[in-house]
Structures are given as structure tokens and as C-alpha cells.
């Protein structure tokens, strides 16, 4: 388990030489025993039953059995590329991550994703896109699980599953685009209305990327910094493509998603192989780590509030460029694991609900999907660290652990005692106060505005990125049976704006409600106007 048997170049698996497979001269079985033809099974006599003792046909036929393991629960269809980071140094004040500093070079594992599709289904479907990335640092691994839009539907993960359940396939016929599954989802996102800023992005020109080369990447939670002498600073990450934001047109996905369903992926390796390397910028947003987690009045904590560049503009610290394809599809894209809890000394968590859910979540399904406790030891997911972790045995071991006394410390082979009180380099968590005098099921107060954030998105459209926001809801919608679903979408449109209300409203035939909340004018405070101007980014 260590870099020498690892290439991250993408043209080796990682698996040592002698297990690569298809390697030798002769055909052999599994346990290496040559063949001399695999096309016919033993029968007695050439028109004669066939013989249960022809252990190659029993082999290669079980092994076939059980080539499928579990697609994702969630982001199941994706595609990878192996990369190098590069810091800038620039976040040296605000983390001892070391990966950060200055020209310091990181192989990394980049997955995109559609989010809802199985793993056969189009690449160019509305959907939010995942954009996971794996940093092999010589700290341990360091994953950021983020996507291509900087908010998400809910504020807890307590609801995943039901968001989810809500916009996967109806269980009846399994069709994605069944009258149902527009009914489930529509319902959903409607009574659970903190889902408004994401859906809102997701009807925008951002739910249909030209190509995954062209998407912008969000961390969405608010992570903390720690930096040597132990400050935080309270950050939101951000990678910015080097080629722009760029988006389909409906018509183009739709054209696309049947002519070239795999046009996402084959864009990626396609360009890639071409030497025409993506690259993205590597930025952080900073803000102080106050008592309150309070940003201009934007709670940092609720995973659906973005913070406008503008009042936090997004500070580079590192370079990203993903240089070579995967050379086999299941052992490295479709094996990868990903978990927001694989942190490094300098990064650390924080109290969002729904980040804290997440770093539940990964480990759980990883283990029935990836068959046991562990994958940590395939190729793609080992670090590049050494490691010493006391783990032992379990479904799909191959490390052969040696040495009598699998605890700390011992008296036994005397390994690595704990220093209590130096600084090692370990991983240690930030000692941060938890204020709380009763257990509570209820979320804050702040987390309660579901509608000024949508509406400044909104109000920072062109006019042709708002006709293209009215067509894709007035599409939508229009698939949804139950008109009184569809009623509640306008009322919740009618809180964001009513052009934006009233222009569905027409396009569905139905009438368009009145606001239920205050909406904000477009400059009311210095605050909007400085953001309805120029926001977002592009
Ligand atoms: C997978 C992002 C919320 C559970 C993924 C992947 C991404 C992602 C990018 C694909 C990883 C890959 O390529 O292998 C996000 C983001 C979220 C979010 C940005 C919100 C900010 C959640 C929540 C849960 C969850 C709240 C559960 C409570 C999962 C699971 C997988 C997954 C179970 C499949 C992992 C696997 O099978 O390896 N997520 N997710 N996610 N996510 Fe999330």
C-alpha cells in the first residue's frame, strides 16, 4: 500500500505487474494454471452432457456472474481524469495544509457526474453535475466533494433520501421522465421551499453544461482553515474553469442526449487525449470566524446561501490540470470513494446540518457498494501517505498485516507512541465551543429566508437567460399531472418575481398568484444593488 506500486498518470492501474491481467503469453485460470482452449466445455462425448468438474467453465462463468457491483445510490454515471495540483502558497496565512504552499505539486482523481441518472443513462440531462476530486497529498488524502452549482436543495441531510426518492424514477415503470416523477419532484421542491435557490439554478442555463471542461465547481459547505499557530478563518471553495462557463441550449441536450448520449465523457477523454489539458483555478472565499457564523447577515452554515463575490470576492490558491484519461473504467472511475471526511491537518469541518449528515453518508454506502470496509486498499483509493492504521481482516483484505499487537500503545513491538502535546503533524480537530442548552429537532431562525437569494439570481439574468429560466420551468411544469402542484410552483414563483411567475404562468394557462412574501426591490439596500448588478461571476 504506498506510491511505488501506484502510477497516477492514468496509463496503470496501480496494480502491481505481475497481477495486471491479460499480461502472459498463455491463457491461464485464476490461479494460474495454463489452458489450452477457453471456447468449448468438457462433455462427455462431443453431443454429451456437460461435466460439472470443468472447473474453467464453472470459473469463467461465475466470475461473469458477478461482475456488476451496486451503481452510486446518487451520482451513479460519471467520468474521470487523473491531474496534477499545484498550490500557489497563497492560503499559507489561513491553513498549514501543505499541500497548499507554494509549487507544491499533488496528483489528484477528478469525477464528474450527472446526479439523478443510472449509470447508462445521458450525459446532457438537466441536472446539477458532481465534481469530486481526490487529492493524494503527503498528509493522506484529501477529497472534495462538491458540484457545479454553489447551493443545495435542502438544509439538513436528514432529508436526502426524500429529496432523492422525490426526483429518481417513479417505482412503478422506472421512467425518468414519467408524468410522476415530474408530480414527485415538483411536490417536493414546492412545500420544501428552502429547495428554491437550488432549482432555480438547476432552470437556468446552469443545469445543461456545454461540457464538463466548462463548469464552475463548488465546495457549497463552509469549511474551516487552521493555520500553524491554530487561527481559523471560515471558508467556501471554488474552482473556476480556465475556459469559461458555458452552457447547452435545451434544444442542443435534448438533440444531443439521443445522438451522442455519452457526449460529456467523450469530451473530457477526447480532449485530454488531444493534449488540450482542462484546467481550473483552485479560490476560496475567507470570512471571519465569529461566535455567530454570520457573513453581512448571510448564515454560513445553511447549504442553500450562497455570498456574493462581491462582498467576498473568491481569492485563487491553486492550480488544477488533468492530464491523463483513466486506462480502465471500473477500477478507477467506477471504484473511487469519495468522502468528505478524508480530511489534512489544516482543513476541518463545520456545524451545517447537512455537511455533518454527508460525512455519515459516504463511508456507509461505500461499504455495501464497494463490498466490505476495505476499499480504502484499491489502487485508485489508496494514499500516498504510509499508513498505519490498526485495521485489520474484513471482506476483501489484501494488506498482510504483520506484527503481534494490532493496538496503542504496547509493550510488545513497541510501535509508534502517541506524543501528547507535540506536534506531530497529526490531524487535530479544531476545540470549537458548542453552545447548547437543550437538543433540538428545529433549524435556525436564519436559515428561514428561502426566497431573496433565488430573487437576486433572478435579477442578475440577461433577458435571454431569463427566457431560457421561463421555458424550462413552463416545460417542466407542464409534465406535472396534478394541476395543484403545479399551482403551488407559481406561488412559489410569485416570491421570487413576478415576470418570472407571471411569464410560467401564461405558458401553463393557468393565473398567476400574488407574492405571499415582501419581495425585495431591486436596490433597496447598498447591499442588493452592489449584487443585482454583477451577480453572479459570468
Ligand atoms: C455521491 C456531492 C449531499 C450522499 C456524491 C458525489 C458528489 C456528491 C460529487 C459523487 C462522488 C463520486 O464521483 O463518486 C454532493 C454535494 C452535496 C451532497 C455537493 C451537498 C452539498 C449529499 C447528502 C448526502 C449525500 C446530504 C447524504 C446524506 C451521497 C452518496 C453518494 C454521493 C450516498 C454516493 C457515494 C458513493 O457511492 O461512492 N455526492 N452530495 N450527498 N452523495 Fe452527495
Redesign the pocket.
Known sequence: RGPDTYSPTGQETGVPQEKVAQGGEYLTTAQGARLYETDHSLKAGPRGPVLLQDHHLREKITHFDHERIPE????AR?AAAHGIFQGYGTAGQITKAAFLGKDVETPVFV?F?TVLGSRGSADTVRDTR???TKFYTDEGVFDL???NIPV?FIQD?IK?PDVIHAGKPHPDREIPQAQSAHDTFWDFVTLHTEATHHTLWNMSDRGIPRSYRMMEGFG??TFRFVNAEGATTLVKFHWKPKLGVHSLVWEEAQITAGVDPDFHRRDLADAIEAGAYPQWELGVQTFPDTDDQLFEGIDLLD?TKIVPEELAPVQPIGLLTLNANPSNYFAETEQ???HLGHLVPGIDVTNDP?FQ??LF??LD??IS?LGGPNFAQLPINRTHAPVNDMLRDGMHQTAVHRGAAPYRPNSLDGGCPFLAGEDTGAYIEVPEPVHADRKVRDAAASFDDHYSQPRLFWLSMTPTEREHIVAAYTFELSKCWETSIKERALRVLANIDPELCGEVATGLGLPAPEPTVKLAEPDPSPALSQLGATWPLD
Open positions: 452510486r445510490v446518487v451520482h460519471g469525477r457526474s458532481g465534481f469530486a466533494v462538491g458540484n443545495f441531510a436526502f457549497v459547505h447549504p473511487v470513494a469519495f447537512l449528515g454527508r453518508s459516504y454506502t461505500q457498494r
